[in-house]
């Protein structure tokens, strides 16, 4: 069974921080998201990635596939991105229940 | 370029009755997933459907089903509803599938059984 771990569960920082939330899985994957949830619902899709780094804005995340481990970092933090960030994974175990498992995500707060 | 668009955005069913939920997804997108969402579960995996066929299935019982239709629209149904079945219900579009491309969720429609 797939376990998706995030780390911390909750975060409050002052603005301007640079902001860090890993996660980690524990079994081989094809795909690992970063999706963040404002309040009210909406979802939005940060990042998709499979090996090495991605860069948007302030936004980085990368993944090391040997040590199963994700981190999404966020340089020069804002207000704004006080929400809830989650990790979700596809694995490459096959079988029909192959969709995606999600962490239990990180609530960040940003105090101006 | 539209959205994901979820209908209804809130529902109030009773239990043991059913509920048809409804996603278009972005134009273009072939592969619509489903997802329910509570407090105490978090986010989990419904199906998946692709060009109109079911790609993956998730831990649920066979009270939750959905198809797909040739464009691309797609529907989940939930049968004998169950007090535990209030979670928002989020789909989300992508062009080929969970794992091989960007996704890109609804808003959701809030589901609330009595």
């Known amino acids: 069974k797939n376990e998706v771990e995030q780390s911390p569960q909750n975060l409050t920082a002052q603005e301007g921080e640079f902001i860090t939330i890993n996660c980690s899985y524990s079994?081989?994957?094809?795909?690992l998201h970063w999706l963040q949830q404002h309040p009210g619902g909406g979802i939005v899709s940060l990042f998709m990635?499979?090996?090495g780094k991605k860069k948007h804005g302030r936004l980085i995340a990368t993944i090391n596939i040997q040590e199963k481990h994700s981190s999404l970092h966020i340089t020069a933090s804002h207000p704004r991105d006080s929400a809830v960030y989650i990790c979700?994974?596809?694995?490459?175990?096959?079988?029909?229940?192959?969709?995606?498992?999600f962490g239990k995500g990180t609530h960040l707060i940003i105090q101006p | 370029k539209a959205g994901v668009t979820q209908t209804p955005r809130y529902l109030i069913k009773t239990r043991g009755q059913q509920v048809t939920l409804s996603c278009s997804p972005i134009?273009?997108?072939?592969?619509v997933s489903w997802y329910q969402q509570t407090p105490g579960q978090g986010l989990q995996f419904l199906f998946e459907?692709?060009?109109?066929?079911?790609?993956n299935k998730g831990n649920f019982p066979g009270r939750f089903s959905g198809r797909q239709f040739s464009n691309s629209r797609s529907e989940m149904n939930v049968s004998t509803l169950e007090l535990g079945d209030s979670a928002l219900y989020l789909c989300?579009?992508?062009?080929?599938?969970?794992?091989?491309?960007?996704?890109?969720f609804g808003n959701g429609t809030r589901l609330t059984v009595t």
């Open positions: 134009s273009g997108h072939r592969s």
């Open positions: 459907y692709f060009s109109e066929t079911q790609r």
């Open positions: 990635l499979s090996s």
């Open positions: 989300a579009s992508s062009y080929a599938g969970q794992g091989n491309s960007p996704l890109h």
């Open positions: 979700a994974v596809r694995s490459t175990s096959g079988g029909g229940a192959d969709g995606l498992t």
């Open positions: 079994v081989g994957i094809s795909a």
